[in-house]
């Protein structure tokens, strides 16, 4: 029988969050779901205690600190409520007195706003008057802050920081959604979090990969569930995990491993965002919105140029009946927006790219 995929045309899902997966993890996902393991049971009906499971979520957390070899002394958990909840766990373990945080877009601004219920925030820099077309390089990390927070990329208005940044004060990120998109340098941070629907799993689910050292510093009373400490110590089973999110992950993770890993990754998404940048620049048309050095390899954002801003809904009509999904710009932004994750295909950039090559010779 042919599946839905096969009798429809082929979509190329550029969406934001949630997004796309490799079809192999859906396709296990989906099995897993109509019977787990061959138990006669659906993933979705089976206690996150069984050995089944358990099995799935070791897997899970190996896989993650083979692929990003996350040194010893760190742990990864998977917790529930979203890389937002991250926006205040993240003050209520690591803040006492000051915090410092980069503005780079909504997210971070978020997450900033969030940790001023926990103490002194100190905002270092912020491109919030170019509309965040920039990562600002300029600035002085205060040394007695407690932390420095970072948002790796902004998927928003599509810029990221596409290396691991020194910091003379312990380094927090939120990389929701440019995880294991390149190697890290895990030891150059002590907490990196991000929700999974935007390159790992369907959303549900969060990981965290926590310094275990950087903990207990804060003289807070530190609610159970939002303590780090309580989710490491039960290995993310303190209360029921996101059992079907999990699985979909240690699945992706298994597909990245097979793929050639991280390095690989980034090499696709150097090669598929070069691909897209260059057509942008290009075609008359268009033109990207980010400041070049800072472009994102994830989400990238270009808008009509002035000349032609009239046929703004015109394309996207065009590129929607030629199978393109998800690439309407964020309401911040405008114009258009082609998230290009891990999963992505180059085959479906380039689709991409022929529509706004056709559309181009039309006007
Ligand atoms: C999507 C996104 C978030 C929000 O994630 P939720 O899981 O919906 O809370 C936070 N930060 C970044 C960078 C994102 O892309």
């Given at each position: 029988?042919?599946?839905?995929?096969?009798?429809?045309?082929?979509?190329?899902?550029?969406?934001?969050?949630p997004?796309?997966?490799?079809?192999?993890?859906?396709?296990?996902?989906?099995?897993?779901?109509?019977?787990?393991?061959?138990?006669?049971?659906?993933?979705?009906?089976v206690?996150?205690?069984?050995?089944?499971?358990q099995?799935?979520?070791?897997?899970a957390?190996?896989?993650?600190?083979?692929?990003?070899n996350?040194?010893?002394?760190?742990?990864v958990?998977?917790?529930g409520?979203?890389?937002?909840?991250?926006?205040?766990?993240?003050?209520?373990?690591?803040?006492?007195?000051?915090?410092?945080?980069l503005?780079?877009?909504?997210?971070?601004?978020k997450?900033?706003k969030?940790?001023?219920?926990?103490?002194?925030?100190?905002?270092?820099?912020?491109?919030?008057?170019?509309?965040?077309?920039?990562?600002?390089?300029?600035?002085?990390?205060?040394?007695?802050?407690?932390?420095?927070?970072?948002?790796?990329?902004?998927?928003?208005?599509?810029?990221?920081?596409k290396?691991?940044?020194?910091?003379?004060?312990?380094?927090i990120?939120d990389?929701?959604?440019?995880?294991?998109?390149?190697?890290?340098?895990?030891?150059?941070?002590?907490?990196?979090?991000?929700?999974?629907?935007?390159?790992?799993a369907?959303?549900?689910?969060?990981?965290?990969?926590?310094?275990?050292?950087?903990?207990?510093k804060?003289?807070?009373?530190?609610p159970?569930?939002?303590?780090y400490?309580t989710?490491?110590?039960?290995?993310?089973?303190?209360?029921?995990p996101?059992?079907?999110?999990?699985?979909?992950?240690?699945?992706?993770?298994?597909?990245?491993k097979?793929?050639?890993?991280?390095?690989?990754?980034?090499?696709?998404?150097?090669?598929?965002?070069?691909?897209?940048?260059?057509?942008?620049?290009?075609?008359?048309?268009?033109?990207?919105?980010?400041?070049?050095?800072?472009?994102?390899?994830m989400?990238i954002?270009?808008?009509?140029?002035?000349?032609?801003?009239?046929?703004?809904?015109?394309?996207?009509?065009?590129?929607?009946d030629?199978?393109?999904?998800?690439?309407?710009?964020?309401?911040?932004?405008g114009?258009?927006?082609?998230?290009?994750?891990?999963?992505?295909?180059?085959?479906s950039?380039?689709?991409?790219?022929?529509?706004?090559?056709?559309f181009?010779?039309?006007?």
């Amino acid at each position: 029988m042919l599946n839905q995929n096969e009798l429809q045309m082929k979509k190329h899902n550029f969406s934001a969050g949630p997004s796309i997966l490799p079809q192999e993890v859906i396709d296990n996902t989906a099995k897993a779901i109509l019977n787990f393991n061959d138990s006669g049971l659906s993933l979705m009906e089976v206690s996150h205690r069984s050995k089944d499971f358990q099995e799935v979520m070791d897997k899970a957390v190996a896989l993650f600190k083979e692929l990003l070899n996350i040194p010893e002394g760190y742990s990864v958990i998977f917790l529930g409520g979203g890389a937002s909840l991250q926006f205040c766990m993240v003050p209520y373990n690591f803040l006492e007195k000051k915090a410092a945080y980069l503005n780079t877009g909504t997210w971070a601004k978020k997450a900033l706003k969030e940790a001023k219920g926990f103490g002194e925030v100190i905002e270092v820099a912020s491109s919030a008057e170019s509309n965040y077309t920039y990562i600002p390089q300029d600035y002085i990390i205060p040394t007695d802050a407690d932390y420095f927070h970072i948002t790796t990329n902004n998927t928003i208005y599509g810029t990221e920081i596409k290396h691991d940044i020194d910091s003379p004060v312990p380094l927090i990120a939120d990389m929701s959604s440019d995880i294991l998109s390149r190697p890290i340098d895990v030891s150059k941070y002590v907490c990196i979090y991000g929700g999974a629907q935007k390159n790992i799993a369907p959303s549900g689910v969060t990981f965290v990969i926590i310094k275990d050292d950087a903990l207990g510093k804060v003289s807070r009373y530190i609610p159970t569930m939002l303590n780090y400490k309580t989710h490491i110590d039960n290995g993310s089973m303190f209360n029921t995990p996101p059992v079907v999110p999990i699985y979909a992950a240690e699945q992706t993770l298994l597909w990245i491993k097979e793929q050639g890993g991280v390095k690989e990754m980034e090499r696709r998404a150097i090669e598929k965002s070069d691909m897209l940048y260059h057509e942008i620049d290009r075609n008359k048309l268009f033109v990207g919105t980010a400041n070049k050095e800072d472009r994102s390899r994830m989400n990238i954002c270009f808008v009509m140029t002035p000349e032609y801003k009239d046929l703004e809904a015109d394309f996207l009509k065009f590129a929607t009946d030629r199978g393109m999904v998800g690439i309407k710009g964020h309401r911040s932004v405008g114009g258009f927006r082609a998230s290009c994750y891990n999963a992505m295909s180059k085959d479906s950039v380039q689709a991409l790219i022929d529509c706004m090559q056709e559309f181009e010779k039309l006007h």
